[in-house]
């Protein structure tokens, strides 16, 4: 069957605030699902949403496909025992900053350092807004909010960090407005055959109202941010004149023209390569000393823990001299009742 993203819109009226960034993400999933289905060759019932509790937690609702709206933080434990029930599925967990990283956090974890075939769509805003303004994992050093009047003095997380801290396989960030890059990361993570972490940095516009700002701004988004592509060089800014090259172990901005620096000497990203180094710091970039980075970061191959599970429920059922419920009620110590 050949669908379209109409057919994965469900009738319910969307509730988030006008301007959120969660509208957009929610757009570029619906885009993303007819080409995932016909990449893989799933049929729209074979599509799960997990959620927890905040405002990107409402996303089941507006799916038309099978859903489930957990508690506060449990998502990926949900999710994974979906997968692992029905590892024919496609589980896609949405979840905030505050749901995953905080009272989620070693769920978030755990998940990702057992390679479970999910895909999480972490939604960053930098602030808890469903719950009215309390200051998140993600919250920038020194922010005020109503739960830190005086300022936060809490060092954020940075979500890519944990991701390639747990052994993560895959991991992307985008911006909410970035319609077209996000359809297409969203499909190479359904791609992938692991946990895929993709970092959403949306917009809250009543309580972190331009939160990413300095980054994702029209006028200063090509020349604070780098789309990393495979096989690609690491180029960017408005005039497509600056790049990444490798200076020593760290990571250097650098002027193509300026002190003989060519194209050839730009780094060319690949995220299939299994080095961590290269991947944290990409990670790690910040504004104004780097771009962001943009897109999949990591992607690499690696056992996952559904395939394990089933692989080693085979192996125990080919020794087991057990085969079906009659072989257990007449097995050890039996009688029969006259």
């Avoid at 080409?35 to 905040?54: L, T």
């Avoid at 930098?126 to 909010?145: A, D, E, N």
């Avoid at 096989?231 to 300026?258: A, Q, R, S, T």
């Avoid at 996952?304 to 050890?332: E, F, N, P, R, W």
Wanted: aromatic share 8%; with cysteine; proline share 3%.
């Amino acid at each position: 069957m050949k669908y379209t993203q109409q057919d994965f819109k469900s009738d319910q009226i969307v509730k988030w605030c006008p301007g959120c960034g969660d509208h957009a993400v929610l757009a570029s999933v619906l885009r993303a699902m007819p080409e995932v289905c016909e990449a893989r060759g799933y049929s729209k019932e074979q599509f799960v949403f997990v959620s927890g509790i905040g405002c990107s937690s409402r996303f089941p609702y507006y799916m038309n496909t099978y859903g489930f709206h957990g508690i506060h933080g449990r998502a990926s434990a949900l999710a994974t025992g979906i997968k692992v029930a029905n590892p024919h599925l496609s589980v896609w967990q949405m979840t905030g900053d505050g749901d995953a990283l905080a009272i989620g956090g070693n769920h978030f974890i755990h998940a990702i350092r057992r390679n479970i075939d999910t895909n999480i769509i972490l939604f960053n805003n930098r602030i808890y807004g469903l719950t009215k303004g309390q200051y998140s994992p993600t919250s920038k050093y020194g922010m005020v909010t109503k739960t830190s009047p005086y300022g936060t003095i809490e060092y954020p997380f940075n979500p890519g960090e944990l991701v390639l801290g747990a052994r993560g396989t895959f991991f992307a960030r985008s911006l909410d407005s970035e319609m077209a890059l996000n359809q297409e990361i969203m499909v190479r993570a359904a791609l992938h055959d692991g946990t895929s972490v993709i970092e959403m940095l949306v917009n809250c516009m009543i309580y972190n109202n331009g939160t990413h700002k300095d980054i994702s701004d029209r006028e200063v988004r090509a020349d604070r941010t780098i789309i990393l592509k495979d096989g690609e060089p690491m180029i960017f800014g408005k005039n497509k004149d600056k790049g990444i090259i490798l200076d020593g172990l760290k990571l250097k901005v650098v002027k193509l023209g300026e002190n003989g620096i060519t194209e050839k000497d730009i780094l060319v990203h690949n995220s299939k390569d299994d080095n961590f180094g290269i991947h944290s710091m990409l990670v790690d970039m910040k504004y104004p000393e780097y771009p962001v980075a943009l897109g999949v970061i990591r992607d690499v191959a690696d056992k996952t823990y559904d395939d394990s599970v089933y692989a080693q429920i085979d192996q125990v059922k080919s020794k087991a001299k057990i085969k079906c419920m009659d072989d257990l009620l007449h097995s050890g110590a039996t009688w029969v009742v006259k």
